[in-house]
């Protein structure tokens, strides 16, 4: 029997142990605006998780703070792979703490769409040393992408990158600014370059057998971006190639898939 809801009436921590004590086998999907995270349970026991690049452990953290969006847990549906080894008590534990932090760290950093840049002082004199971390996010600030964006870059979750800037922002090095639109035009253009780089990868994995639906799919991703549904479109073609590929190639070949195509994005972002 399926079970699913919001989770803003029910925190995944909640849901989670709802879920474990049952021993039951099958898979979350959690979803927040134009976002998509899974969880694979086996008997009761998180074993395998992802959400965008993050899998694992990472997975589970990032997913243990969404504070609104929905969830529904398949039954029987299983993880061809294992990524997760920790106990769901020291795992809730640790996501537990992780919010714990993240409340704190909020008040620096209200979202992790805002966009760092340096912040230059013309009296400053005094000596300024930097951790490799912080060198390594230093190199990846230029005004435009946001702590999201820089967190795929460096492959770190927006969480540490977040944590990272927190010292920084509290230094005076690093200030955050609202993530300014962009022009529409240049803004869809990307999304459409985006579109066809996803429907190469879904028709390489998925086959020619297919080629009308992926087809069908990106079109209404096209229409979707002119008509100003943006990375909505995206998303929404993305899950029907996921679809698409679990009915036609199964399990298997869709995390392939998944996988693929979150190359594809980072590379884009």
């Known amino acids: 029997m399926a079970f699913q809801g919001s989770l803003k009436e029910l925190p995944l921590p909640d849901i989670i142990q709802l879920v474990s004590v049952s021993g039951k086998t099958g898979r979350f999907t959690l979803t927040r605006d134009a976002e998509r995270g899974y969880i694979f349970l086996k008997n009761g026991q998180m074993v395998h998780a992802m959400v965008g690049e993050l899998i694992g452990e990472e997975a589970i953290y990032a997913l243990a703070i969404w504070n609104h969006g929905e969830f529904q847990f398949e039954p029987g549906s299983e993880a061809d792979r294992q990524t997760i080894t920790k106990s769901n008590t020291n795992l809730l534990m640790e996501a537990a703490r992780r919010l714990d932090e993240w409340r ?30 912080e060198w390594m996010l230093i190199t990846k600030i230029d005004g ?126």
């Open 144 to 269: 435009h992408r946001s702590i999201a964006d820089i967190g795929r870059a460096v492959n770190l979750s927006s969480f540490d990158v977040a944590k990272i800037l927190y010292g920084m922002i509290t230094g005076e090095l690093v200030q955050l600014k609202k993530k300014l639109d962009r022009d529409p035009d240049q803004q869809n253009g990307e999304l459409v370059d985006l579109a066809a780089r996803i429907r190469a990868v879904a028709e390489e994995f998925i086959g020619d057998s297919a080629h009308k639906t992926i087809e069908k799919h990106f079109l209404h991703a096209l229409d979707g971006i002119m008509n100003g549904n943006g990375s909505h479109a995206v998303e929404t073609m993305v899950i029907e190639f996921e679809k698409t590929a679990s009915l036609l190639r199964g399990i298997s070949v869709t995390e392939q898939l998944r996988s693929r195509i979150a190359e594809v994005r980072q590379l884009a972002s």
């Open 104 to 133: 704190v760290l909020s008040k620096k950093v209200p979202s992790i769409e805002y966009v760092p840049e340096l912040l230059t002082r013309e009296n400053r004199h005094e000596q300024i040393t930097l951790n490799p971390q």
